[in-house]
């Protein structure tokens, strides 16, 4: 007679039955399946439909490495058909997982994921060749925003509070690194601008959030709204008129790191960056071992799991809200400076494009976990690039197609790739002390 061990998870707080011995029922169970499924029929369908010929070249070096890694040259057709079977045998798997109730590894997403991309890139390169730094480093610059204001949004709802306002935060960030990067000549000083300017908009949020019990996914929503407004009319009747002295900063350049940048493959796509990538390095590490291995992550945790049971000990619950969504703002609004100083030099009217909301998928998708959230904002960035490789390769695919793609691939993961996903569970409820 077999036995079902109970387990703590930390997730749940309480016990749970052993995957091991009793079938779990998630739904990424169910959903994974049926996303690998449609995705696999898009890839056949490009193929059957469209005609390829000669090879495809992937470039692993470029001119200054310190070791120049070969060219990897392959047929374009049969890469293409054999990656599509590997797609199709993992999707395969991930049905036989669904019919027995097991739960989807991780690695099988990540390698469908690989082997889709590979056929796909194979066949639209025929004849041509991908940079794979150029498409891999320019993934991680352009996933810049996403990932600070990722950060942002898993402080801010793992200390209870639903930061809807993340795009509100970008952009007013963007804002206020162009005019203060201008009027200083400091770079620095416009990040640290942009810093203060996400702060504020957590403030207001807090105020509303957390003082007033004002419901936050209005607040957040009001708050993106406003600033859109706001930074509008200041571009046009401020920025604009004095745009030689409010709207001309100068942009980070890329700092090759010694020793490191050298590194074949990987230093070129990690340590070839701006600045401002390198203290992106930073603050996902301190976000992630503060929240998990310090008295203040400790802190911010309970507030949005239990904040009575946090008050019961001792704890100040919308206070520390209140701190946390302030540090969260901050983070978020060193995403905006990217925008103005990285990406272009200067402010332009709705220039994040609605980053916030993809960067609020990626805290979805990555389980209110900073290390997750960043690999989801990565996966975010690499799609808004691949739009810009395929163009380069002369790719007859729709522009229209391209310019829809981060947003197809946000809807995908989050959907499908998810599975069982649980918030803090006192994220968005106000909470009023005793």
């Known amino acids: 007679m077999s036995t079902v061990t109970e387990q703590p998870t930390p997730e749940s707080g309480g016990l749970a039955p052993d995957p091991a011995v009793t079938p779990v029922r998630t739904a990424g169970t169910r959903k994974l399946p049926v996303v690998l499924g449609a995705i696999t029929v898009l890839l056949a369908l490009r193929l059957l439909l469209t005609s390829r010929s000669g090879d495809t070249t992937f470039r692993l070096a470029t001119d200054s490495d310190f070791v120049t890694l070969p060219d ?72 810049i925003p996403l990932v600070f204001g990722a950060l942002g949004g898993v402080l801010g709802e793992r200390a209870g ?52 019990f004002v419901d936050q996914v209005i607040v957040g929503v009001v708050l993106n709204v406003l600033v859109v407004g706001m930074t509008n009319f200041l571009f046009r009747q401020v920025l604009t008129p004095n745009a ?73 619950v919308n206070r520390t809200r209140y701190r946390t969504i302030l540090l969260a703002g901050a983070i978020a609004g060193m995403g905006g400076a990217y925008f103005s100083l990285v990406s272009v030099a200067g402010f332009n009217r709705e220039m994040t494009g609605g980053a916030g909301y993809i960067a609020l998928a990626a805290v979805i998708f990555g389980k209110w976990d900073p290390i997750r959230a960043t690999l989801a904002a990565l996966l975010f960035g690499f799609a808004s690039n691949l739009q810009g490789v395929l163009s380069a390769i002369g790719s007859d695919i729709p522009s229209q197609f391209m310019l829809m793609l981060p947003y197809l691939v946000t809807i995908f993961a989050v959907a499908g790739l998810v599975g069982r996903s649980r918030p803090p569970a006192a994220d968005g409820v106000p909470y009023k002390s005793q």
């Open 72 to 143: 990897i040259v392959v047929p374009a057709v049969a890469t293409a058909w054999v990656m599509l079977v590997v797609c199709l045998a993992l999707t395969a798997e991930a049905v036989r997982r669904m019919l027995a109730h097991v739960r989807q590894p991780m690695w099988l997403p990540i390698a469908f994921a690989v082997a889709w991309m590979v056929g796909f890139l194979g066949w639209e390169a025929a004849g041509s060749r991908i940079q794979v730094v150029s498409l891999l480093g320019g993934a991680i610059s352009l996933a």
């Open 161 to 212: 509070v639903v930061n809807i306002a993340i795009d509100g935060q970008l952009l007013f960030g963007a804002f206020a690194a162009a005019v203060t990067a201008s009027l200083t000549g400091s770079l620095w000083a416009g990040l640290v601008a942009a810093m203060v300017a996400g702060a504020l908009i957590a403030l207001v949020l807090g105020l509303f959030a957390i003082t007033y």
């Open 244 to 316: 030689d002295s409010l709207n001309s900063p100068e942009r980070f350049r890329a700092v090759p790191l010694p020793v490191l940048g050298d590194i074949p493959l990987i230093g070129p796509i990690l340590f070839r960056q701006t600045a401002l990538v390198y203290v992106l390095y930073a603050v996902v590490a301190l976000v992630a071992f503060a929240l998990y291995r310090t008295r203040w992550g400790l802190r911010v945790r309970a507030v949005g799991e239990h904040p009575k049971a946090a008050d019961t000990v001792g704890i100040k």
